[in-house]
Every structure is written in structure tokens, then in C-alpha cells.
């Protein structure tokens, strides 16, 4: 099957669809030699359909442009920096959201000093690198994606029951950073990522499952079922950790939301676009439009809100 870091490399390369050269072109004529490296995810990723989609980029640059100071202020506040994009191509609009980082900051949000889930439960997704400045920077991404996946497992395996399956073990894992944040998809979302990826998912389970300092036993007779003690006391710990986790994230995701007003040039455009999308029976009245603000104040004042938030299934996410 060859190392961890092989399997990460095998996976995030392939052959790139017009539609995403379209995107990466206009990047690199925007930011130039700023641009390090260029991250293809998210759901046109696993679907090829950009019709009626909004396709997600993260953009590793060098640093932020010296001309751009409030976009740099906000960044180092809270990375990334989440700008909205629209080109034409093949006589249609294309439209995509990417999120900026530095390489520092990249580093740093997929290490396992990183407590927040943001970065590091997104690389252990379907992702592909479409760019890259050079083989140094390669290396510097493939060893970002594999500590993020060591780590992502490191904090999920203290929470998981005692005996499991790697399908049980992902679904759970998925579905508990996704709770740290505030997100539009639905429950069955969750299990559409890990059938895409389920053979990557595993792959690098079994590498990184026998590296990590938990007494974790594979049960050969049952195929892919683990079995693992962990004392009560680390179980609390770490459930307090994912409680806090839940909070701090939904918070973060509150202030990514205001801070998209500041670094989207159609913030209100997209917004609508979002909402129409993740919950069409939502309707606002024109006078409410003017404004991001007006229309979630209409929203939380109003009876349509119930269908944001029914069965806790959708939630607004328009970063």
C-alpha cells in the first residue's frame, strides 16, 4: 500500500477539469508569485457538477499583499480570509468561494497544537492540489494533509466506543467536528464524504491507528474491528474538550460570518444565493434585502427561522 505520506500524495494528484484551470488561471493572474499552492475540495470536487454550485479553494500564498492591510489585520485575527469569485467559462458564470492562508498560518491550523477542527477535519476530505509554486512546497502541503489526518484521529479516538469499525469510526469523527461549527448540510451529507473516500479513509486509518499512543488492538477475525481501552478519566477529559470545542467553533463560525462582510465583494448576493439553496421555503420580504443584517433580523424575528433550523438538519453557512 506504500507509506502514509505516499497514499496522501497518490490521492490529492489527478487530472484537473476545465472548469477548475479556469479558476486557477484567474488566481495566479490576481495574486501572481504570491501564490504557493492552490486546494481543489468540497462538494464540485466530488460531483464534477459547477452548475448552479459554488466550488471551494484554498490558496496557500507567501504573504498578504502590503497594499492589502485590512485584509491582513483580519486574517491574522482569524484565518482565512474568505473572498467570493465569478468568471465566465464555457458561456456560463462559474462561481467559488476560497479561503486564503499563509503557509504559517496553513501550518499551524493542521498541526496538533491546533485545538479547533476547522482546518484539519476539512484536509482529511476529498482535496486536490491543483498548484504548486514548486516540489518544496508540495512536500510542505502532503506533510500538512498527513499531520492534519494524524491529528484529526489523535482527538477522535478518546471519544469513540469501545470496540468499532473504520466506517463507524469516520462517521463519528466527521460528525463531531461538523457539530463544532455551524454548517447547511444535512445529516446524510456525512455519510455521501465517507462513501466517496471510504477506501482513502481506511487506508490511512490503518497507518495512523498504529502510531498513536492509545492501546488500540485490531480484531483480524473480524476484518476491520478495533478494539480499545481508554480510562474514564481521559474519556471526560476529552469530552469536555469536544464541549468546549462545539461552543468555540459555532462562535468562530458568528464571527467568520461578519468578517465574509468585509472581504466579500457580493457578500449579500452570496448570502442569498446560499440561503436559496440549503433552504428555498425561506422567504424574505424585499425591504428586508437591502442588507445581510436587516434580513437576519427578519429571519430571528420571524417564523422563518423554524425553517433554518428544522429538525437541526440545516443551519446557515455562508462562509
Known sequence: MGSLYDII??????D?????????????????????????????????????????????????????????????????????????????????????????????MSSINSFQPYLWARLVQPIQLVYTKNDDVKKEIISSILTASTTMLFNIIPTIKDHFNLKELWLHALNLTYKSEIRPERRNHISKIYNYSKDYLNGISEKIL???????????????????????????????KWSVR????????????????????????????????HTPGVKIPKIFKKSLLLSFIYIFLTGEKRKIFKNSNKLIHYY
Open 9 to 14: 500524495s497518490n490521492r490529492i494528484t489527478g
Open 16 to 108: 484537473i477539469p476545465l472548469e477548475v484551470e479556469s479558476f486557477v488561471n484567474t488566481f495566479l493572474k490576481s495574486y501572481k508569485d504570491n501564490i504557493l499552492a492552490i486546494l481543489f475540495y468540497g462538494s464540485c470536487l466530488r460531483t464534477g457538477n459547477f452548475k448552479n454550485n459554488v466550488a471551494d479553494f484554498y490558496i496557500i500564498v507567501s504573504e498578504f499583499p502590503k497594499k492589502q492591510k485590512l485584509d491582513r489585520y483580519l486574517s491574522y485575527f482569524l484565518p482565512p480570509n474568505v473572498y467570493y469569485l465569478e468568471i465566465p467559462c464555457r458561456h456560463e458564470i462559474l462561481k467559488a468561494k476560497y479561503g486564503i492562508f499563509t503557509l504559517q498560518q496553513f501550518r499551524k
Open 210 to 240: 498504529n502510531v498513536l499512543p492509545y492501546p488500540i488492538k485490531q480484531n483480524n477475525k473480524n476484518g476491520k474491528h478495533y478494539s480499545i481501552y481508554i480510562s474514564k478519566r481521559l474519556k471526560l477529559i476529552n469530552k469536555i
Open 246 to 277: 462545539v461552543v468555540n467553533g459555532k462562535i468562530i463560525s458568528i464571527l467568520r460570518l461578519i468578517k465574509v462582510l468585509f472581504t466579500f465583494d457580493n457578500a449579500l448576493s452570496y448570502g442569498y444565493f446560499k440561503l436559496s439553496k
